[in-house]
């Protein structure tokens, strides 16, 4: 079973630093895609990061380019996002997800995801 399971997230004043974690399981990690989307209240999910494992490849939206790194851990089946500088507008409900395609930020592409982490960010 493929299973994706996010955490990290909690509440931070503006200009800190949270990281956030997705293990995964039941599936050849490195063949993937991970990417990390958000969905603040009444807007909808938006992706932020995201990387290919197989080559380590990033991707970025604009607004988290030089605040946001991805990296992965392929012995722990693992994909981070080390946030950093964080603004009142990341908050949001962070959800990573697999993609078995070079799917970017395309968030259709994606087809299994984590429950979310919810991030807040304190002006």
């Known amino acids: 079973e493929v299973q994706l399971v996010d955490s990290g997230g909690g509440l931070v004043q503006a200009g800190g630093s949270l990281r956030l974690s997705c293990t995964a399981s039941?599936?050849?990690?490195?063949?993937?895609?991970i990417g990390w989307f958000r969905q603040a209240p009444g807007k909808e999910r938006e992706g932020v990061s995201a990387?290919?494992?197989?080559?380590?490849?990033?991707y970025y939206e604009n607004s988290t380019k030089g605040r946001f790194t991805i990296s992965s851990d392929n012995a722990k089946n693992t994909v981070y996002l080390q946030m950093d500088n964080l603004i009142p507008g990341d908050t949001a409900v962070y959800y990573c997800?697999?993609?078995?395609?070079?799917?970017?930020?395309?968030?259709?592409?994606?087809?299994?995801w984590g429950q979310g982490t919810q991030v807040t960010v304190s002006a």
């Open positions: 997800a697999g993609s078995i395609v070079d799917a970017g930020l395309r968030k259709r592409a994606y087809t299994n």
């Open positions: 039941g599936f050849i990690f490195d063949d993937y895609n």
């Open positions: 990387i290919a494992v197989k080559d380590g490849h990033p």
